[in-house]
């Protein structure tokens, strides 16, 4: 059988071969100019000596002077040959040699895949599913083409295999024991991919995330289960947080007419209402206003009774009576919901969310460093000469889809002292810098791996880990098991995270209540909270939704 030596080793070979040649044919060329040029004979001990210091650099020990031109030019050549050949040994030679005897400890081949998912090629889009399968304890299996990438994921723990699929296609033999297989390369990549994988006879899902929607056809057609384009959905994602027509504050709201509104105050620090118990601020008894709740770093949590602390930073969702809220303004920030929304960088995500804001009806300001048609005005959302031409102060929300993460913080960091009561949703790239954004003062931070592990975690997972979108909704109940009691006050009520808001007696709305008054069985009640608190109200009091 024929033994194939790499090409490292041979280099390697090469190298200890070339090393002592050179020292020979150095010393018999100096030993030679010596006797016949100086006329001062070296034996060839001597010369071999003189020859191996020169060319490691090390010095020249006895022999220092030379008369003869041509020696001396002989001398002053040699340790220069020297220095190039220790140049080109590491870089040609003994790297090489090294990555190669990494290499043989990364798999080449895939494992058996009986119930794993494979992920062609790893990437800041699939970060967040990755730590999904690791937290569930799924198995999966990445295979990298980039032998930099391909380490850093074997330091890490995952499992890895590396290889180039245009030089063996038979590395993904095992694929078609997979449990489903994820394509994560570029558009192009990921065509080549998805075809040698239905030729190995691989015929699970196969999910591709594509870069260009106009991929997703022809991908289908040579074999992808569904197509997903993660940055696309992440700008409907952007829009959506900044559009109060594409997703409106609160669902039902018009059922109470112009008798009560909502109200968001932002909750700064020096704020009576920062780290306060809502037991102790007795805003219902005192103003007349229900905290249903308060946004924090991203996330939405009902208040749950007295106990309830605001926090710093947080954004009240608060409801009441329009006069009442105004009460509540001398104590928090309120968020304006009027004007034109910015925008801060017009690459593909942030055309993607100027479309769909813009068919929403909304009116957009667009900010960028490049002039381009679509670009309102041309500079750095770092400066504020550019804000103020923007009209940052007076729009209805910001939207920084910056391509750098650094960027982002320093520009969330600006925009939130600029404008401290305008919303601001950002773009995050890598998923894990989300919480420095938050801690910047964005209110939203959304990255493409947070989209993306959304769409996969749904397709791939046993169960949906998608949580119920925490949306404020307004809701006709019966009163149910709340008859004879108080609409305000009740422990049980307010574990559930609902509020009533108002009731319906006599075709009269009522939004004030005295101490003496109790719920009747004809009574309508307006419930306000999120689709999770609504849920607990109506399992808790048997109310139904009229």
Request: charged share 20%; net charge negative.
């Amino acid at each position: 059988m024929q033994v194939t030596i790499p090409r490292s080793n041979k280099r390697l070979l090469a190298l200890l071969a070339l090393l002592p040649i050179s020292v020979l044919i150095l010393a018999l060329i100096y030993m030679l100019g010596m006797d016949y040029l100086e006329n001062s004979p070296r034996t060839f001990l001597q010369s071999v000596q003189w020859a191996s210091e020169t060319i490691t650099n090390t010095g020249y020990g006895a022999d220092n002077r030379w008369n003869h031109p041509t020696m001396a030019l002989f001398v002053i050549i040699t340790p220069f040959l020297g220095q190039v050949i220790i140049f080109l040994v590491f870089p040609l030679v003994v790297l090489p040699y090294l990555e190669e005897q990494f290499e043989r400890r990364l798999q080449h081949v895939l494992p058996p895949m009986d119930g794993q998912v494979l992920f062609y090629r790893f990437g800041p889009t699939i970060e967040s599913v990755l730590a999904e399968f690791q937290s569930n304890q799924t198995p999966f299996v990445i295979f990298e083409e980039d032998m930099e990438v391909a380490r850093n994921l074997r330091d890490r723990g995952f499992n890895v295999v590396f290889g180039k699929l245009a030089d063996d296609p038979s590395v993904l033999a095992n694929v078609r024991q997979a449990r489903a297989v994820v394509a994560n390369a570029d558009d192009h990549a990921n065509a080549t991919f998805t075809m040698i994988v239905r030729e190995h006879g691989f015929a699970g899902p196969l999910y591709a995330l594509a870069d260009d929607p106009l991929y997703r056809q022809p991908m289908v057609q040579i074999g992808a289960t569904e197509v997903f384009t993660p940055s696309h959905v992440l700008g409907a994602a952007l829009a959506s947080q900044a559009s109060t027509r594409i997703s409106p504050p609160a669902e039902g709201m018009h059922l109470l007419g112009a008798k009560v509104a909502m109200g968001e105050f932002r909750v700064r620090a020096e704020s009576p209402l920062a780290g306060q118990r809502l037991g102790d601020l007795q805003l219902r008894k005192k103003h007349g206003v229900s905290v249903i709740g308060q946004w924090l770093a991203g996330s939405f949590t009902t208040a749950k009774g007295p106990d309830t602390r605001v926090e710093a930073g947080a954004i009240l969702v608060v409801v009441g009576e329009p006069q009442n809220l105004e009460l509540v303004e001398r104590m928090a920030m309120p968020i304006h919901r009027a004007g034109p929304i910015v925008l801060a960088g017009f690459g593909a995500v942030g055309q993607k969310v100027v479309e769909m804001l813009k068919d929403a009806g909304e009116t957009c300001v667009v900010i960028d460093r490049v002039a381009a048609p679509g670009v309102d005005f041309v500079g750095s959302v770092l400066e504020r000469a550019t804000l103020d031409k923007a009209g940052v102060r007076s729009a209805s929300a910001v939207v920084l889809a910056l391509s750098d993460d650094s960027e982002s913080v320093f520009a969330t960091a600006v925009v939130r002292e600029y404008a401290p009561e305008v919303p601001l949703i950002v773009r995050v790239l890598r998923t894990r810098n989300t919480a420095r954004l938050y801690r910047a003062g964005a209110d939203f931070a959304i990255s493409v791996g947070q989209v993306a592990g959304q769409i996969l975690s749904y397709q791939l997972l046993d169960e949906q880990v998608v949580q119920v979108e925490n949306k404020i909704k307004f809701v006709r109940m019966t009163a149910g098991a709340l008859i004879g009691r108080h609409p305000w006050g009740n422990e049980d009520l307010d574990k559930t995270g609902a509020k009533i808001i108002a009731v319906e007696r006599q075709r009269e709305v009522l939004v004030a209540f005295d101490n003496a008054f109790a719920l009747q069985a004809d009574d309508t009640l307006f419930v306000c909270g999120s689709l999770n608190s609504l849920e607990r109200y109506q399992r808790k009091f048997a109310a139904t939704a009229t």
